[in-house]
């Protein structure tokens, strides 16, 4: 089995900073693009960021610039740093990986950030 642990999500106040992590844990094989989505109440799930196997990273256009995702030497955890923060990108951030060429999803983390 393989599990997706998302972290670091919390409260901050508006222009803050937070770091997410998503550590991917089991049997892994191989480990192809992690990415993070974020789903905000009453709309659709979004793509935030991803970053493939070989570090290339690529970013929602609205987000490029505050944001930025990276990966640690093992390739199995993946990280979103979130910076300048604003009340609109409150919602639930869910990690995204392709492990033995299936696709997992994390529970998800709760990011809020206050006006």
């Known amino acids: 089995q393989v599990q997706l642990v998302e972290s670091g999500g919390g409260l901050v106040q508006t222009g803050g900073s937070l770091r997410l992590s998503c550590a991917a844990s089991g049997s892994i094989f191989s480990i192809n693009t992690m990415a993070w989505y974020r789903q905000a109440p009453g709309k659709q799930r979004e793509l935030v960021a991803s970053i493939s196997s070989t570090g290339s990273a690529s970013y929602a256009e609205s987000l490029r610039g505050r944001f930025a995702i990276s990966r640690d030497s093992g390739k199995t955890t993946a990280y979103l740093q979130m910076n300048s923060l604003k009340p609109e990108d409150t919602a639930v951030y869910y990690c995204?990986?392709?492990?033995?060429?299936?696709?997992?999803w994390g529970q998800g983390t709760q990011v809020t950030v206050s006006s």
């Open positions: 995204y990986a392709i492990v033995n060429i299936r696709n997992y």
